[in-house]
């Protein structure tokens, strides 16, 4: 059973904090792992991927990877209310080529 | 470049009718999906193709749903007859043809049924 959990949320952060979502997911194996980012009534974009353990940044935004934990999440630092959104975690699971995504956590940046 | 486009970006029609979802991927993405977002879910896969061939489509409900994407490019999705429990928001997205690569979406369609 492929599963991708998230914390439906909503977190609230007040502006200038850093938020912190997380993720798991069952299959071990799997290699690529994904966050979008989803405005109310728009669709998914993405923010990053990563495929490797440890840390990635861009800019404001650093994707941890975990896979002894199945664990993967993403930090925003400095939030804004512009950040204010429903963020989606996606994993390609091993032998399989199409991203499962997680329900999604609401953010909400408060000024 | 020019993003997914997908139209109508409305719909809404009573039960038991038919209806049609258009997609154009991004240029040089062989790869297409369509996918169905309920209302505070995740996306989830209906099918996916590789050029012209469908090579997911597992979960895709074929006594009503069926798909086609002809000379590779451009895919539609229909649903004959409509039942209440299929809105949501159907969203295209395409991708490079190498597994990992990212997806990029379109705005997609919300679709209500009454």
């Known amino acids: 059973q492929k599963e991708v959990e998230q914390n439906s949320g909503p977190l609230s952060v007040p502006e200038g904090a850093i938020a912190s979502l997380n993720c798991t997911y069952s299959?071990?194996?799997?290699?690529?792992f994904f966050w979008y980012r989803q405005y109310s009534g728009k669709s998914p974009e993405l923010i990053m991927f990563?495929?490797?353990?440890g840390d990635k940044e861009d800019g404001r935004f650093t994707a941890q990877l975990n896979k002894a934990s199945q664990y993967v999440s993403l930090l925003i630092r400095d939030s804004q209310p512009s950040d204010s959104a429903t963020y989606l975690c996606?994993?390609?699971?091993?032998?399989?080529?199409?991203?499962?995504f997680g329900k999604g956590t609401m953010l909400l940046v408060s000024p | 470049e020019a993003g997914v486009v997908q139209s109508p970006r409305y719909k809404i029609i009573e039960k038991k009718q038919p209806v049609a979802f258009w997609c154009n991927p991004i240029?040089?993405?062989?790869?297409l999906y369509w996918y169905r977002q309920n209302l505070g879910q995740g996306p989830e896969l209906l099918i996916r193709?590789?050029?012209?061939?469908?090579?997911?489509d597992s979960q895709l409900p074929k006594d009503r749903f069926s798909a086609e994407r002809l000379k590779g490019v451009d895919s539609t999705l229909k649903i004959q007859p409509a039942e209440l429990g299929d809105s949501a928001v159907y969203l295209c997205?395409?991708?490079?043809?190498?597994?990992?690569?990212?997806?990029?979406f379109g705005n997609g369609t919300r679709l209500t049924v009454t």
């Open positions: 997205a395409s991708s490079l043809e190498q597994s990992n690569s990212p997806l990029h």
């Open positions: 299959d071990r194996g799997s290699q690529s």
């Open positions: 990563i495929y490797s353990n």
């Open positions: 996606a994993v390609i699971y091993s032998g399989y080529s199409t991203l499962t």
């Open positions: 240029s040089g993405h062989n790869t």
């Open positions: 193709y590789e050029n012209e061939e469908a090579v997911d």
